[in-house]
């Protein structure tokens, strides 16, 4: 919870919106799960493309939630040398860590972009219900981007409190 003292007004804002992006497609997801399961059981018609709509809706929370989890360091972690590292060697091995995902976060997010572009060009589809690739992965590249940015804001306050003994 230390990482979440000191947010401004702007940060919350940042979190309401990340969390309402992300929790939509999940509740379109038990919905249209829901509203299929019983078509399917109860009157023997599935709704046509509900797998289709999933997997979109799927691929949106994941990246709607990539920079609120990021943000906030909630990504499962293992931390088996931690206790034998003193503060600095923790703090370098955290910034380590964020350069490591950094990098990996800009990579995803710029053949993310490429992979949308070209899927735009090709017009590239589902098969059931021809929904258009493109738009939802420039929407995954931008959450990856913005993740990104989050994660280089954090750099820049890390490097920020170096006097700082916490």
Known sequence: MSEMQGLSPSDDSLDRALGILSSIPLGLIVVLTFIDVF????ISAPIKGSLEI?????????FAALPLVTRHRGHVTVSLIDGMLGVGALRFKTIVCDLISLLALGLMSWRLWVYASESTEQKQQTIVLALPQGPLVYALSVFAALTSVLVLIDLWRQFGRSGDAS
């Open 39 to 42: 078509a399917r059981y109860l």
């Open 54 to 62: 999933i997997q979109y809706a799927m691929a949106l929370s994941i």
